[in-house]
Nanobody, 124 residues
């Protein structure tokens, strides 16, 4: 099984930056996409970004394109989310996820393993 643990969340002023990390552990070697989702209070969980195992392919929600960057370091079994130009609308719990083989990586159903989430709060 795979365990995902997010870190790096916190409080940041609008316009600032944060980098989230997701460390993976377990006996399963992840060969497919990994991604980040977020959920704001009272709203459904939404797709943020995803990355292929090689790092050569990335997907972004329109709301974060040009501001957020996903990356991964397979030697460290870790993926990252670098967030720039943060706005209050980005306030949410951010979840790291590891995908099943195949599927639509924009959808949560494509992901088999999920972290516990890390809170990001952006003040105005």
């Amino acid at each position: 099984q795979v365990q995902l643990v997010e870190s790096g969340g916190g409080l940041v002023q609008a316009g600032g930056s944060l980098r989230l990390s997701c460390a993976t552990s377990g006996r399963t070697f992840i060969t497919d996409y990994m991604g980040w989702f977020r959920q704001a209070p009272g709203k459904d969980r939404e797709f943020v970004t995803a990355i292929s195992w090689s790092g050569g392919l990335t997907l972004y929600a329109d709301s974060v394109k040009g501001r957020f960057t996903i990356s991964r370091d397979n030697a460290k079994n870790t993926i990252y989310l670098h967030m720039n130009s943060l706005a209050p609308e980005d306030t949410a719990v951010y979840y790291c996820a590891a995908a099943r083989t195949g599927g639509n990586y924009y959808e949560g159903a494509a992901y088999r393993y999920w972290g516990q989430g890390t809170q990001v709060t952006v003040s105005s």
